[in-house]
């Protein structure tokens, strides 16, 4: 398997431009299944999760060009069966989209189980909670979700957690739905914000996204549209906590420093300096690393996705820190990988007492999921020695170019490809 070899100490230092973000992408590209025309979009992130997505798109009969590596071209109009299965749908959590999507389409969905990082329970009860008041029947069967109804008919749903996913497939859902529906209790965060402006483009009527009441008046076509994904948050504050473990200097071009601020304000807290230039922010840090507490929420607050490279940085501050992961019930797996690397963190349930030491030494580690491989490399960035990450298709999912991004800021880092290692172990016999 592909491995990333880190040898620790440098101090990051340069400029790095922000890829799209992950977590819009994943949602506009099935949103353009509701199109009746061809959709161009911009700044997608050249990542493992939007080829999976391209190929399901591709699968159903969508046709899907890639006119660069960041923009895709999407002519949905020959997709004309709700059906959804196979393993590909399996491997990605935003294949589920496709039940809002498919539904509001054909009124009828029948959409594998999702995949995605494995951090305990990921329920979907609150999306089908939200089919259902749309006027939709829906059953599991076989690993396989059917949704269908005569008509969708809008209606008032109060959601009753705050659910990203759930909060973008009942928009999906509603945007053909005849009538108003509102959605009370949604989800804030950006990705929600930009998925809502791509749909308006396409001539949907969605007001509110970005505050907890969505509404949203049914429209009977959505034409095509060329719409540019916004920066992607967790990848930008990825590279500033990195910059924070290795003591260095950087700037972050391409980025929404609002929506960073949870983010940034942590990183000050904890002995960062920052500076916002418009679409840019450069951070340095030159004192020491302080501790401090974080509790992961729903946006405007920290944000989880954020939670293992924070939670690294807080491994090596000076004094104890407690780390509160309030949304998923299992996402301190990693921590286990950055105790080989003298690490003394405890964990009990979703609290985390963190003891800060004086460095992380370098050790193989297996990165568990996404972000806990971005945590991994940060670790690794910032350990004496070198560190060798394991399972890395995971970071591949979600981060473009990771490895020639840091070395871009100076790291010391490689990709190991599987026929490199083989052939240093025949070097070696
Ligand atoms: N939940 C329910 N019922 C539901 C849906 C969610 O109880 O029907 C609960 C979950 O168990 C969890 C909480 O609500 O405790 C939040 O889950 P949410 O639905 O918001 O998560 P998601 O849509 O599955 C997205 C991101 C995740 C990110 C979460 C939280 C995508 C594709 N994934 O997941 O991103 O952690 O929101 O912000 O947008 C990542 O990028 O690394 C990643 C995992």
């Not at 990203?164 to 929600?192: C, Q």
């Not at 960073?260 to 304000?265: K, N, P, V, Y």
Request: glycine share 10%; proline share 3%.
């Amino acid at each position: 398997m592909d491995k990333i070899v880190i040898s620790g100490g440098n101090k990051l230092s340069g400029e790095v431009t922000i890829s799209g973000a992950k977590n819009a992408a994943v949602a506009i590209i099935p949103a353009v299944v509701l199109s009746d025309g061809v959709c161009r979009i911009e700044n997608i992130p050249n990542i493992s999760d939007i080829t999976l997505i391209g190929k399901i798109l591709t699968d159903l009969g969508a046709q899907v060009k890639m006119v660069n590596k960041n923009t895709l071209e999407i002519d949905p109009r020959r997709i004309v069966s709700p059906v959804a299965s196979g393993e590909l749908m399996r491997r990605m959590r935003a294949s589920c989209y496709l039940l809002g999507t498919l539904l509001g389409k054909f009124s009828h969905a029948v959409v594998s189980l999702p995949g995605g990082c494995n951090f305990g329970v990921r329920p979907i009860d609150q999306h089908l909670k939200g089919f259902v008041a749309l006027g939709a029947k829906y059953k599991l069967d076989g690993g396989m979700v059917h949704v269908s109804c005569d008509k969708l008919r809008g209606n008032n749903i109060y959601m009753d957690v705050v659910s990203v996913g759930a909060t973008v497939n009942i928009m999906l859902a509603a945007v053909k739905a005849e009538g108003l529906t509102v959605i009370e209790n949604a989800a804030k965060e950006p990705h929600i914000v930009d998925l809502a402006n791509f749909l308006n483009c396409m001539g949907a009527d969605i007001c509110g996204a970005g505050t907890d009441v969505i509404k949203i008046r049914g429209v009977k076509h959505l034409h095509g549209t060329t719409y540019s994904i916004i920066p992607d948050q967790i990848e930008a504050g990825t590279y500033l906590a990195a910059a924070t473990a290795t003591g260095g200097s950087i700037t972050i071009n391409n980025v929404i420093p609002k929506h960073l601020e949870s983010i940034t304000a942590k990183l000050e807290e904890m002995g960062a300096v920052l500076e916002e230039n418009g679409d840019s922010i450069k951070l340095r840090r030159d004192g020491p690393l302080n501790k401090c507490n974080v509790k992961t929420m729903p946006y405007p607050g920290f944000p989880t996705d954020m939670q293992p490279q924070i939670t690294t940085l807080l491994s090596m501050a000076s004094g104890t820190s407690i780390v509160n992961e309030a949304v998923w019930d299992n996402r301190f797996r990693y921590v286990e990988e950055l105790k080989r690397m003298g690490a003394q963190i405890s964990v009990d349930g979703k609290i985390a007492v963190v003891e800060g030491v004086k460095s992380l030494k370098g050790a193989p580690v297996k990165a568990t999921d996404l972000r806990a491989g971005a945590a991994l490399i940060i670790a690794g960035l910032a350990a004496e020695g070198v560190t060798v990450i394991d399972d890395i298709s995971h970071i591949e999912r979600g981060y473009e170019n990771v490895v020639e991004k840091f070395i871009g800021l100076g790291a010391d880092i490689k990709k190991s490809t599987c026929e490199e290692q083989v052939e240093t172990k025949a070097a070696a016999l």
